[in-house]
């Protein structure tokens, strides 16, 4: 046997060492440096040799990314519509102008992005006409599709009983005063209805009639008559619009507003995410139970904020609790609710539940968090 057969391959790291080992003995003062060079060498040499060997991996992870990314919607540019995360659309008021560009801004080769532009500007002033993220564009501006307190009266379901409220006796709750208090989930007046927690495919519930073709969960309406009352004696007037819409009508809804921004040139799944922050995702609507109600006064038939200023609006805030209704998304709690404030939006909780979260400022989610069981 050949001798020179039984040698030992010096390695890449030991010729590195050695190399480096002479010129520290040559040059000790230079010896940090030569131990920098070493490392350097060998973790720039191990990480060459493993990608070398796993080249063929590699190539195929390269190609499946570069095949997720060409076929995606990801891969094009986002229209800039400055959208929140919730219901409304925060924009400056620079933007709400038609967009022009006259021919001295743009080259004769940036058409296409001017044309772009005047789409993604198309788009963003059809959101703004957007105010409640869970209600028919024109349903509250119907009056067939509007409720005072006489049309209710004239609608039969009043039991004639006097509204008697004891300011005393309906004081807000302390928190010893329903310490001992429990609240079960599976009460149909607490019941939680958002994103996260859609309408179990079995809750079955009496409907009733407000007025007219306007309905709701039959076992709300005298709380709410009753409400009206304590308001028209206190001066206010309380119109009531928008209350039970079923899941046809939901999913109807739901499907024109993904279909507009998909006509404006949006993808589906942007179409869908900017639908569902302008339109309740079926499914997931207070309104479908029955248990919601959007409120308007005379001389104010917006949805906006600016209801929460009316002398209707600040009556609700401080006396609707006293019949079992909650503000239900209030202002400072949108990380919670996923919903910006709504002052004309309110649910039905209960007497009991409605003094609790009134008198420790929470939305109905922090209660459950806290008080149900």
């Not at 209350?243 to 921004?261: E, H, S």
Request: with cysteine; charged share 25%; aromatic share 12%.
């Amino acid at each position: 046997m050949n001798a020179s057969n039984l040698q030992k391959k010096i390695s890449y790291k030991e010729r590195i060492i050695s190399k480096v080992g002479m010129f520290n003995r040559k040059h000790k003062y230079l010896s940090l440096f030569g131990l920098a060079y070493a490392f350097i060498a060998i973790i720039t040499y191990n990480i060459a040799f493993y990608f070398y060997r796993n080249v063929k991996r590699f190539t195929c992870l390269a190609c499946i990314v570069l095949f997720f990314i060409s076929s995606s919607s990801f891969s094009y540019p986002a229209m800039s519509l400055n959208i929140s995360f919730d219901s409304e659309i925060i924009h400056d008021d620079s933007t709400t102008g038609d967009v022009i560009i006259s021919d001295e801004e743009i080259a004769e080769s940036d058409v296409e992005l001017a044309q772009q532009v005047e789409l993604d500007s198309e788009v963003l002033i059809e959101t703004q006409e957007i105010v409640n993220p869970d209600v028919t564009e024109a349903d509250h501006l119907n009056q067939d599709n509007q409720a005072s307190l006489d049309d209710i009266l004239e609608a039969g379901f009043d039991d004639g009983s006097e509204i008697v409220i004891d300011d005393e006796n309906v004081a807000l709750a302390t928190d010893d005063a329903y310490h001992d208090i429990s609240f079960n989930r599976d009460d149909w007046k607490i019941m939680l209805v958002n994103k996260q927690h859609p309408i179990p495919d079995d809750y079955d519930f009496p409907l009733g009639t407000i007025s007219g073709s306007m309905r709701c969960d039959e076992r709300i309406i005298q709380p709410l008559l009753d409400m009206m009352k304590a308001a028209r004696n206190d001066g206010v007037s309380l119109i009531i619009c928008s209350p039970y819409r079923d899941m046809d009508r939901q999913t109807m809804l739901f499907t024109n507003k993904v279909n507009r921004y998909m006509d404006a040139g949006m993808s589906y799944m942007d179409a869908y995410n900017l639908a569902s922050q302008a339109v309740t995702v079926p499914g997931s609507s207070e309104h479908q139970v029955g248990l919601a109600i959007d409120i308007i006064t005379d001389g104010y038939s917006s949805l906006d904020e600016g209801f929460g200023n009316t002398a209707a609006g600040r009556w609700l805030a401080d006396n609707s609790y006293k019949y079992g209704f909650i503000l239900r998304y209030p202002a400072g709690k949108e990380e919670i609710t996923s919903i910006e404030f709504e002052p004309w939006h309110f649910r039905y909780v209960g007497v009991d539940a409605a003094s609790v979260m009134a008198q420790n400022g929470m939305c109905l989610e922090e209660f459950w968090s806290n008080y149900v069981e």
